[in-house]
């Protein structure tokens, strides 16, 4: 199972599907971590957030190799990526999205905050929010609150098809 979680940064995708991770016995890979692993200092160029794409889906091809169920974390808030992604997993059967969304006075407390791996503060949101392509493939879209994480994660579960730690049938 590959499950995508994206969204605007401050959405709490982050803290969310690192949770679904540990439920639902997946791998997580996570752009801002992987991203630091790769770029001593981060210029966030087009050719840098290729690479980590890239990197990103060549992961996703090992964990569907080795039979691993995996979370992915980042934005995918282009059109183009997201295609790149769809389009090299488009023989799997199960590949969920997830979308994450918040209000806008949320985000920006959030965003205030210093996190481990993310660098992204407010005006980088609104540079994102501007760069937003149309998510037009079946997904669940989840409003992330401060104190919504348990019903967040249920509605996640149920979609996903399941329960009590193991893949229910369909």
Known sequence: MIVFVFGLPGTGKSFFASRLAKMIDANYL?????????FAERTYSSHEKKVVYDTMLDKTKEAIAT??????????????????????LSDQDEVFYIGLYSVESTIKE??????????ADFEVYKLIQ???????????LLESTNNNIEEMLLKATEYLGWKNDTKTDK
């Open 30 to 38: 996570n752009s801002d971590m992987l991203r630091k692993g790769l």
């Open 130 to 140: 501007q760069q937003w392509e149309p998510f037009n493939e079946r997904h669940l």
């Open 110 to 119: 959030r965003l205030k905050k210093s996190r481990p791996y993310s660098e």
């Open 67 to 88: 039979g691993q169920n995996l979370v992915l974390d980042a934005t995918f808030h282009k059109k183009e990526t997201r295609d790149t992604f769809m389009k090299q």
